[in-house]
């Protein structure tokens, strides 16, 4: 317990004098916690255990609000998520985009020699497949996220609107790893893999981003390609009895607004529909800029203004077209 370091006279004293709401609200809270906006204190820090007077009220307001938010728009209705709607997803099992460029090749071709380590390591463990599909995942958003907040940045100019989707993205991959984290206990030699990947591949991703932004997204097209297989198979050895059908871990539950009985099945069917947006998003993306038109902004309020648009998916964009002037 933390002493009370502001006496409730003091307390009452500052209340009237402030008509803050924030103020009022955190008097419901004990006076040892109240955050330090308001109260000059005495307390020190030390390395051993932050003082939470110290803590903004705007922070602590932040976090218990915040809420991570699925990618795909029939995931994120607010509706309850059920297995016949999971099924019906349109994920395109078998999309493939033909590498046309030699950047193209390339990128392909990477994505097919990564295949090698997990085909051969982890084979059938889905679940270890998974988790170290997705914390490699979970990097190129981020990386792709940090670059263009630089280059606008740099340029004095605004994204055109990459910086939210990408950022998106590298939330959305850490949340199917998180899930999956729920259901798997990894090795000690299981989790210095995941380290050691990581910091080639991020190293690794962020120089291939600087030099080329479009092969960037091409690799990440193809893997999310890959992605999408490698769940589709996860939903067959589910269908065959190889895998136990355990029920939903709660974190998937909450996150995709899944029903009460939702299964492991229900949560695969649901990563599965947010890779194949990553594999057709980093793909377009990846399009975008070898055609020279990265202004995302631009022709979204192009395909918003147009009424075939407004009679099919009005009800998503409401006030988009406004907001983006
Ligand atoms: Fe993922
Ligand atoms: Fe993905």
């Known amino acids: 317990m933390f002493k009370p370091m502001i006496s409730s006279t003091f307390t009452k004293t500052a209340l009237m004098s402030t008509n803050h709401a924030l103020l009022a609200r955190s008097l ?50 607010g509706k309850e998520i059920t297995t016949d709607l999971l099924e019906k997803l349109d994920v395109g099992e078998k999309k493939h985009r033909v590498p046309i460029t030699w950047s193209d090749a390339a990128a392909y071709h990477t994505v097919q020699v990564l295949r090698y380590l997990p085909d051969t390591y982890f084979r059938h463990n889905h679940y270890m497949r998974v988790v170290m599909l997705e914390t490699v995942a979970a990097v190129p958003g981020m990386v792709g996220g940090m670059l263009r907040h630089l280059k606008s940045l740099r340029n004095i100019k605004h994204d ?34 995941v380290m050691a990947v990581q910091g080639i591949f991020f190293n690794a991703y962020f120089i291939a981003y600087l030099i080329s932004p479009r092969t960037a997204h091409r690799f990440c097209g193809y893997l999310e390609e890959q992605a999408v297989i490698s769940y589709t198979h996860f939903i067959e050895d589910i269908d065959k009895g190889l895998i136990k059908n355990e029920p939903a871990p709660r974190i998937a539950k909450e996150y995709y607004n899944l029903h009460p009985d939702a299964t492991v099945r229900d949560v695969v069917l649901a990563v599965r529909s947010d890779e194949a947006l990553h594999r057709d998003s980093n793909h377009h993306m990846s399009d975008r800029i070898a055609a020279h038109q990265e202004d995302l902004r631009e022709d979204v309020r192009k395909i918003i203004a147009d009424p075939s648009w407004k009679e099919n998916f009005g009800t998503y964009s409401n006030d988009a077209d406004v907001k983006w002037k």
Request: aromatic share 8%.
């Open 28 to 77: 419901t809270r004990p006076a040892a916690i109240i955050p330090s906006r308001f109260f000059q204190t005495n307390s020190t820090l030390t390395a051993s255990r932050p003082d939470l007077q110290t803590m903004p009220v705007d922070m602590i307001e932040e976090i218990r609000h915040s809420k991570p938010m699925p990618m795909r728009t029939e995931l994120a209705s």
């Open 160 to 193: 055109g609107g990459w910086i939210i989707h990408l950022l998106h993205e590298a939330e959305n991959e850490r949340m199917h790893l998180l899930t999956w984290m729920k259901l798997l206990q990894p090795s000690k030699f299981d989790r210095f893999i």
